[in-house]
């Protein structure tokens, strides 16, 4: 007898495809308690917002998400809107008693995080914030290993996340599939789209971040802007790299770019220890590379690990060994997650308030980059 | 408006599985004129069944076959059984007058093959094996390429399907999930189970097997049998290799085995042409390997193509560049590429009429190895 | 006080230059007790002979061999000349008392071969046949560690070898660098020229092969003979393929080709033991990927051994770990073994009557092509 | 006819090995005009240098460089001591009239280098600096292709150096093979001793470098002193990173440690431009990793170019296609290039004042670090 959770879905872009992806498939795999019903999408354009709904069967649609938060049979509001509507529409989600799930980064900045956390702790809603790959088998795995003793003493952890969709200058900014590259909608460049999935996972998998020196470029100066329909000046950050130290003495090196050549999506992080080393990259999510140095001298060597046995983190879920799931699953984890906290009365991390610490260090990487100075987070 | 087609599915195991997240899931990805409905179940342990239906959303149950494809609500019958009741259910399936989809092997020999195909075609109902990796986007895209002309004459093709989990002898044989190793139920061991997926892939990508020379081991002589409760002789086939010739010319080496220590799951394929050559294998399945011998030669090499562009085979209906799909989805590419053959009016690969193609060289194999002589397809 | 040791090099080609190079540099890398002098090098040709003395530092020539091997100063001939003479050159070397090192493959069958054994037996002469990839140092590993134990009982055994360099029709046959494509020089085509290399790794890593079954191809039929000038028929195999039975009961697969495109030197193998499973290929020789299945579950995967550190076969001569040697080494390691026996008094592995058996196995394959049917070894 | 070049060298450890393997070696694989005669080795611990000489074939030794660098026989110094050293010899070595080959980095710092630069020029003396990295065929390859325009505008620029064999806290610093952890005689740790490789190349094949901001660390802060037996601070940098920003608008980001649990000696570098990009690391040398994006859609991929052919950079020189070379012989082809550059009447790169470039670059890095503030090239 699992309970019903009534989801309302603001935005039905790539991210609203996922969660209503994994809403739809969750129960099929996972018995955690409570099962999503989609009850309505919201977004302004109605002819696309029914065909949507259509497509991936919600109930209903509403053309004013303010109509869709207010709505008495909505239990949690799901927020996949470009990044600057995301505080405004969770201040009234959580007015008005609904759960939040808000997607990544969580604000504009690390002031709007903070009220948006304050929003929901004192409506008393459950909240969480899409870092979906935390959910990655490969990469819950990485965090049991650390967990586990196995690195000892951490000395060095690095990220990247490398694409390549940016490079021609005839590709426009603003508008639809493009908001990411309007600094008005995004707030940022790859700082708060990419970087902010390497500091999260960063941030669980090696605690806190201390201070940070950055750098960004915008290498194509101006785009036609596609609200305007002007060439206009691009304000985002095309790339960004920062070093750091984390508090446990370790040291960090991150990049992200959108001029890499040849990567499409490829999110790379490495974590060496004393006993230790791991890496790990998007590209090829279902294996974990991993290395000890207990191991008998002569047979040492880095283990490619197939993350697909029973025994791996969500897998018992799934299929049998040797055969991979992709990156819609991390969504399905997540949700799966969610649901289970509900049923046990925890948060679901990242919640807001743990979500504003990769704010802090986004806010601090832009600020030093901006000043050339380093910059406590 | 998409027409309904009813679905009653038999057996509800990991291919249960499988194809009812296809089922569930085709409609939210691709548009094929039809949507399935999950109408029944059939399976004899009345509480699993129900179990199962409550877990996928199958509308009602039934603990005989026969009722399932008597019932006039039902439009296809979805075959997931030992393979051992293949044959019957099917002709049962085609008398009713209904479309029948069939887990692979198709029979337990070339003459039930035929017996099957003929009663399909004789009811004139729609008919396909689940042959599922011609699906998998990467090897889509391998038969893409050949078809290009890329290749030029093909000189080498081979194959293997390596796994590791019958190695212990105290693994019993029989019943449940252990059915495949239970000749009574399987009719032989790798070579149905495995080699059949690998002679499917290559009789589609290369064309026709003249005559083989084969091998065939059985490692461990005798397990507890699950169903009589004794320690009886293994019949099947642990492992199994052969040479063959291709009708073009070129020269076929294929291998399978469940005592490969390290290889979960790996299919692996190579085809080496006149100007270019390919690889790939289960485990990274969303990758091809291709070599062009037409790349000037300094910076001339395999290439590693991440097969998850818009432009690559099945991939415009999924996520983005980069980001992987996996193993259930070429079940959901299956039924979406059943159903627009419904839609179309055309037959959807393989047929039970093509699958007995590849049941005709098992049956080869299984002569060769017994009687140690070359053998004619 | 190293012992000198007069060289005598029948045979300037390839291997001739692999050969003088290991002579003139296993001394600054080993001490086994003895240095090679490079006393004198024979070939037909005055000119072209004297300019390779020239390059390597041979103090003198000879034009005709037999009067190399009757030479007094001269207690070591090596024989780098094409197959068809490895025999006359070793018999009359043994007759004058010399030690003999061949390449291989020793003979053009087992017969020859076994002529050859007999005779350097009966002269009491060290002997030893150039199967170089023996020691390769990842190769070595993979013995140890068969030796050690770790494997268990080994079900699987594969290895082939690819090349791609007579897929043109233009390539002639025959004469200087072309000799392997002519029968009458090289006996046969990739058996004795790739194969032999396989067999020899797999009969020393995994023990006797009983019978075979076994098919070949020449798929270029006719090409210009460089020595009469004409078109003739190819009577080499381009290609060859076998299944065998090894003695300890596992199950071997061997493929060799002159025809697949992509792989210039691609020498793989793999074994599949009860608990462990190795692979190794010559295109990243300096690697032995390594799988154990005693490891934890949730982190166990291939190991990519780099086989570069000072307690790895050999390397502790070499530079530092991380720092990768390469192909010439192996003839360097064979030397450095070669001399140290003869301060041992032992055999240097594989010796003339460890080499027949490779031969037996090359002659059984080729029969078995022939008469397509099983070849006992 | 080639010409003898007299060679003192100076130190005798592992690059004394290095070197002294290439030019024994040289004159075998290539004719550059000129052949080195090992005349002389120079090394305070006379027993040592002694059999160092027999093992290698020096002629004499000396006890004293500066009776190395004074004697009428030698044509060239090449000096293999630690780093404080450098100055002193090579200026006396330019005083004497002699050509001089300096182990990397060139100098303690950028003063001290410009002093040695401006010695051999005035003198008038051949002159290069170590730098063997850009010697790895595949490196030249990256060379060749950058040069030949394929990759457009360069975006980005990524190396690294991960090493660990300083991990344990038991390794003392200081004296014999541990010089590399003395301050004293090292300069510096990671930045001199490995950035100095990164920094090197890429200026080479990416131009100058503007401005940099830094982070280095000390994770052992204190080590026993093998010159003085006592526990002692550590004064080196074990770890090193840094962004900067190159000359032709690409951004760079290096990164060195000696505590990356996994690597022994990985160099890897990266280059994204608008049309490819490339990736080579030194743990498979002999590979380039390379993407173009010109390359056909769906068959587009990183092309893994396995560097043996025969129109590689110096392949020729060598063995036949897929046959690999490692790492000593990036010294030879130094040395076969500096004897070429004799005979053309051309320096040999990197000079000393070439190689200043690196050394201000490695300055700029250490102030930052310091200062934690921007610092200029």
């Known amino acids: 007898m699992t309970k019903p959770l009534n989801i309302g879905l603001v935005g039905y872009g790539f991210m609203g495809r996922t969660h209503s992806n994994a809403y739809r498939t969750v129960n099929n795999f996972f018995t955690p308690g409570y099962h999503p019903v989609l009850k309505a999408v919201s977004a302004r354009d109605a002819v696309k917002c029914q065909a949507f709904a259509d497509q991936w069967g919600y109930e209903s649609i ?41 997607e990544k980064p969580l604000s504009m900045n690390t002031a709007d995080g903070e009220e948006m956390a304050d929003a929901v702790e004192k409506a008393g809603v459950a909240n969480t914030v899409w870092y979906n790959y935390r959910r990655v088998p490969a990469v819950t795995l990485a965090k049991q290993i650390i967990d586990s003793g196995r690195m000892g003493k951490i000395f060095h952890y690095r990220a990247n996340f490398l694409q390549d969709w940016t490079i021609s200058a005839d590709l426009p900014q603003g508008g639809a599939a493009l908001w990411r590259l309007d600094a008005a909608a995004a707030g940022s460049g790859v700082t708060g789209d990419l970087l902010a999935h390497c500091i999260d996972t960063a941030l669980w998998l090696n605690g806190g971040i201390s201070n940070v020196t950055a750098m960004t470029e915008t290498f194509i100066k101006e ?44 999110y790379t992080l490495e974590i060496n220890g004393e006993h230790a080393s791991m890496k790990w990259d998007l590209h090829d999510l279902h294996r974990l590379q991993y290395f ?26 799934w299929w049998v060994p040797g055969l991979q799931i992709g990156y819609e699953h991390t969504f399905i984890h997540h949700v799966a997650d969610f649901l289970q906290s509900l049923t046990d009365g925890k948060p679901c991390a990242p919640t807001f308030r743990e979500a504003i610490e990769t704010q802090k260090v986004c806010d601090a990487v832009l600020a030093s980059a901006k000043s050339n100075q380093w910059a406590n987070v």
Chains 1, 2, 3, 4 share one sequence.
């Open 292 to 317: 000890d140095h207990k191991d008998e001298g002569i047979v040492r060597g880095w283990r490619s690990i197939h993350v697909s046995d029973s025994d791996h983190p969500y897998m018992k879920h």
């Open 62 to 102: 509403e053309t004013d998400w303010r109509k869709l938060v207010a709505r008495k049979d909505i239990d949690a509001i799901d927020i996949c809107t470009p990044n600057n509507l995301h505080k405004e529409i969770a201040l009234a989600a959580a007015a008005h008693g609904k759960m939040v799930l808000c």
């Open 223 to 266: 785009r036609k802007h596609n609200l305007t329909g002007k060439v206009e000046k691009v304000e985002i950050d095309d790339a960004c790299s920062f070093l750091c130290r984390f508090e446990n003495g370790s040291l960090g090196l991150f990049e992200s770019t959108r001029y890499a050549r040849g990567h499409k999506a490829l």
